[in-house]
C-alpha cells in the first residue's frame, strides 16, 4: 500500500504583525492579545491575512469591564499575574499599550475594531476564559 502525505500544517515564529500567508479561514489567538504592545497593529494584520469570509478567533483570561466586577479569586490571580508578567511583556515591546490580563470585552472589542474588523462578538466564555470572534 503506497502512503501519500500533504503537509497542512506548519509552525513559524514571526511577531503578530509580520507572520506569513494570507487567506487564511481561521486565525487563532489564545491568551496572548493582552501581552502586545501593539494589540491594534497584530489585528490589522490579522484582518489581512484572512480570507473575506474568515474568522478570527480571540481567546483571553475572563474579566468583567469594570475593576469591582473582577474582584474575586480568579481576578485577584488574574491581576496579580497581569501586573508581574502582562503589563510588563506589554511595556517592554513597540507600542506598549498594556491592555493587561483583565481587559474585559470592552477594550478587547475597541482593539479589533480599531484595527479594523466591523463585527466582534463573544463566542463562549468559562469562568477561565473569553472567547471572541471577530470577522471583516
Known amino acids: ?6 503537509i497542512r500544517v506548519t509552525f513559524e515564529v514571526a511577531s503578530a504583525q509580520q ?11 489564545f491568551d496572548c492579545l493582552h501581552d502586545m504592545g501593539d494589540p491594534t497593529g497584530a ?3 490579522v484582518l489581512h491575512s484572512l480570507k ?11 474579566a468583567h469591564d ?3 466586577d473582577n474582584l474575586n479569586p480568579v481576578g485577584r490571580v488574574f491581576y496579580s499575574a497581569s501586573t508581574m508578567i502582562c503589563t510588563g511583556a506589554s511595556l517592554s515591546q513597540e507600542g506598549g499599550r498594556a491592555l493587561g490580563a483583565q481587559a474585559g ?3 478587547l472589542r475597541e482593539v479589533v475594531t480599531a484595527g479594523g474588523f466591523t ?14 470572534q471577530a470577522q471583516a
Do not use: C
Open 52 to 62: 473575506p469570509d474568515g474568522s478570527w478567533m480571540i481567546v483571553e483570561p475572563f
Open 119 to 132: 463585527r466582534f462578538r463573544r463566542a463562549t466564555q468559562t469562568p477561565f476564559n473569553l472567547v471572541f
Open 19 to 29: 507572520y506569513p500567508g494570507t487567506d487564511y479561514d481561521l486565525v487563532a489567538f
Open 1 to 6: 500500500m503506497k502512503q501519500t502525505s500533504a
Open 105 to 107: 470585552e470592552a477594550r
Open 43 to 45: 489585528a490589522a494584520h
Open 66 to 68: 469594570r475593576l469591582e
